[in-house]
Nanobody
Framework: QAQVQQSGGGVVQAGGSLRLSCTVSGSAFSRYSLAWFRQTPGKEREFAAG????????YYSDSVKGRFTISRDNAKNTVYLQMNSLKPEDTAVYYC????????????????WGQGTQVTVSS
């Protein structure tokens, strides 16, 4: 059972940047598809960015495309989400997810989840 630990997040002004990190324990990290989801109160968790195991495919939701970048460091078992040009509507709890399936935008396809981290963008 992989353990997922997130770090980063916080409060930033609109137009600013933040970087989220997520470390997944175990030796299978390099075989995982990885993704970041986000959720606001009263809404379903939504896909934001994803990266497949071989790093040949990245996918972003329209709402973050061009501003967010997902990357991974297999030597550190870590996936990152660099968030630039942040907007108030990016305010959410962000979750890291990992799984052996092909890259997917569906919540229920990921086996391992981080605890979530709050990102607040002030106007």
């Amino acid at each position: 059972q992989a353990q997922v630990q997130q770090s980063g997040g916080g409060v930033v002004q609109a137009g600013g940047s933040l970087r989220l990190s997520c470390t997944v324990s175990g030796s299978a990290f390099s075989r995982y598809s990885l993704a970041w989801f986000r959720q606001t109160p009263g809404k379903e968790r939504e896909f934001a960015a994803g990266l497949n195991w071989s790093q040949t495919i990245t996918y972003y939701s329209d709402s973050v495309k061009g501003r967010f970048t997902i990357s991974r460091d297999n030597a550190k078992n870590t996936v990152y989400l660099q968030m630039n040009s942040l907007k108030p509507e990016d305010t959410a709890v962000y979750y890291c997810a990992a799984g052996f399936q092909d890259l997917s935008v569906a919540v229920n396809t990921y086996a391992y989840w981080g605890q979530g981290t709050q990102v607040t963008v002030s106007s």
